[in-house]
């Protein structure tokens, strides 16, 4: 069964420390995956996304990183700041198949000053 | 650019009513995207259109869900009737579909439209 899990569920932190997110899949046949920022009552936006063959790949203080043989993901956020506080999404999607796009539940990011 | 437009933002019906929530992409974007996000569970991808054609709708609910796609900048989602089990926000995401298909490209998200039905 394709599954996307992330943990933690939810998690708050002082503004200016790191944190890393954890995503979990068992979508086959694997063709990339991405991680969303959704900030509260607006639509996701897309951070990073990672095809078969990168192991990493950042977008300022947003590093994703993926390792392909374990199904592994994590998203580090490094030096947060108040305007990190947002869900974020894993999604995996399967080989040319719309139906296989498999969304995360999310990890709910607090930042706190 | 105005980015992905939605409308209405919010809406609030009856059960039983018709629904028709709306759409318009990113101009030059064409491929386009129904989403469904809820607590319980989550975002879920609802129907795609490629160049104005529904590609895969497997992940519409049931038949009185329906979309559409007229011409490259407008598309419709429609719930008749609707029912309480329907409220959820409802987005829509464009993008360009290249050679590697519209799965690999930046999806673009609207607002979305919050559906209440009592």
């Known amino acids: 069964k394709n599954q996307v899990e992330q943990s933690p569920q939810s998690l708050i932190i002082l503004e200016g420390k790191n944190c890393t997110l954890q995503c979990n899949y068992t979508v086959s046949p694997f063709s990339n995956l991405r991680w969303y920022k959704q900030d509260t009552g607006r639509g996701p936006v897309s951070l990073t996304i990672m095809t078969f063959s990168e192991n990493t790949k950042s977008n300022g203080r947003y590093t994703a990183t993926l390792d392909a043989d374990t199904k592994q993901s994590s998203l580090h956020i490094t030096a947060s700041q108040l305007s990190d506080s947002a869900s974020y999404i894993c999604?995996?999607?399967?080989?040319?198949?719309?139906?296989?796009?498999?969304f995360g539940s999310g990890t709910r990011l607090s930042i706190r000053p | 650019d105005a980015g992905v437009i939605q409308s209405p933002r919010h809406e609030v019906t009856e059960m039983g009513q018709e629904v028709t929530l709306r759409c318009k992409p990113i101009?030059?974007?064409?491929?386009l995207f129904w989403y469904r996000q809820t607590m319980m569970r989550g975002l879920e991808l609802l129907i795609y259109f490629n160049n104005n054609v529904p590609i895969d709708d497997s992940g519409m609910p049931e038949d009185r869900f329906s979309a559409k796609m007229p011409n490259a900048s407008f598309s419709t989602l429609k719930i008749q009737p609707s029912e309480p089990r329907d409220s959820a926000v409802y987005f829509c995401?464009?993008?360009?579909?290249?050679?590697?298909?519209?799965?690999?490209?930046?999806?673009?998200f609207g607002p979305g439209t919050r559906l209440t039905v009592l």
């Open positions: 995401a464009s993008t360009i579909y290249g050679t590697s298909g519209s799965l690999y490209n930046e999806q673009f």
């Open positions: 101009s030059g974007h064409n491929s």
């Open positions: 999604v995996v999607s399967a080989h040319s198949s719309a139906s296989k796009i498999i």
